[in-house]
């Protein structure tokens, strides 16, 4: 799923099942993952600027993995 997906898929989170805290926390850990192009590099793949690994990183795919 796209960065915009998986934050839509947080956002949709229903209060009763999910305290606010929490969505608040996850949205914040997804944010700092956002992908991004490396400086300078125009025809680059999207990378994680916190991990450095190709987009989506293992952060981003273990929060993926405990959303299916």
């Known amino acids: 799923m796209t960065h915009d997906e998986l934050l839509a898929k947080i956002e949709s989170f229903n209060k009763v099942t999910t305290e606010g ?14 992908p991004d192009i490396p400086y300078g590099l125009h025809d680059a793949v ?11 990183c ?3 795919r273990a929060i993926e993995n405990e959303l299916k």
């Open 58 to 60: 293992s952060t981003i």
């Open 21 to 34: 805290i929490e969505r608040k926390a996850l949205r914040a850990v997804v944010e700092l993952h956002k």
């Open 46 to 56: 999207e990378a994680c600027p916190i991990d450095g690994d190709v987009y989506p």
